[in-house]
């Protein structure tokens, strides 16, 4: 079976650190792009960062308002996608979904999604 | 950054009906415009990539038109299981941007 498991949210204070954990199975994990995309409370989708894959040297790319603070990694004999966050501020609080993306056209888009991890930052 | 714009952000409709969701974009992005479904509670799902392909399993009563700026989602018979939120996300350009949503809801 295809599936995409978060784990390691919590409860962490501002300026604290916390690091994400998403398990792939069921597909060849290192053929993909992988990404992390975060939903606030009541609010909608916001894509936070990605990770390209071998063919791609695993370069990353952020949105503005993580860059610095948030790491995008993967270890593919592991199957696995990270996000170290660390200096989280209160509008970090969000679930943070973990996504796979595949390609068409040149350009690579999100097909599956992972059931998310919830993040509160609070003191 | 590309701003993406939907319309209208909620809607009420009934069961059979033909529902059509717009989304623009503020610069052209081709036809790199994905849809995703969200239902309270749980992970979006991936409808369409490419302004129009479907995904894997997903229903043909879906479907996805336009390139450039504009776009749009139509339902063709709404069912029980299609009332959720949906966004237009463009995978064009980085930073990666979503539309703020539109919710479909019961009449």
């Known amino acids: 079976e295809v599936q995409l498991v978060e784990s390691g949210g919590g409860l962490v204070q501002p300026g604290g650190s916390l690091r994400l954990s998403c398990a792939t199975s069921?597909?060849?994990?290192?053929?993909?792009?992988m990404d992390w995309v975060r939903q606030a409370p009541g609010k909608g989708l916001e894509w936070v960062g990605r990770?390209?894959?071998?063919?791609?040297?695993?370069?990353?790319e952020y949105a503005a308002s993580v860059k610095g603070r948030f790491t995008v990694s993967r270890d593919d004999s592991k199957n696995s996608l990270y996000l170290q966050m660390n200096s989280l501020e209160i509008e970090d609080t969000a679930v943070y979904y973990c996504?796979?993306?595949?390609?068409?056209?040149?350009?690579?888009?999100?097909?599956?999604w992972g059931r998310g991890t919830l993040v509160t930052v609070s003191s | 950054d590309i701003q993406m714009t939907q319309s209208p952000s909620s809607l009420s409709a009934s069961v059979g009906d033909r529902v059509t969701i717009t989304c623009r974009a503020s610069?052209?992005?081709?036809?790199?415009l994905a849809w995703f479904q969200q239902k309270p509670g749980k992970a979006p799902k991936s409808l369409i990539y490419?302004?129009?392909s479907l995904q894997s399993g997903v229903p043909s009563k879906f479907s996805g038109s336009g390139s450039g700026t504009d776009f749009t989602l139509t339902i063709s018979s709404l069912q029980p299981e299609d009332f959720a939120t949906y966004y237009c996300?463009?995978?064009?350009?980085?930073?990666?941007?979503f539309g703020g949503g539109t919710k479909v809801e019961m009449k």
């Open positions: 996300q463009q995978h064009d350009t980085y930073p990666l941007t």
């Open positions: 490419g302004a129009s």
């Open positions: 069921g597909f060849t994990f290192s053929d993909h792009y």
């Open positions: 996504a796979r993306s595949s390609t068409a056209m040149s350009r690579w888009y999100f097909d599956l």
């Open positions: 610069q052209g992005i081709s036809n790199y």
């Open positions: 990770t390209r894959n071998k063919a791609n040297s695993y370069s990353t």
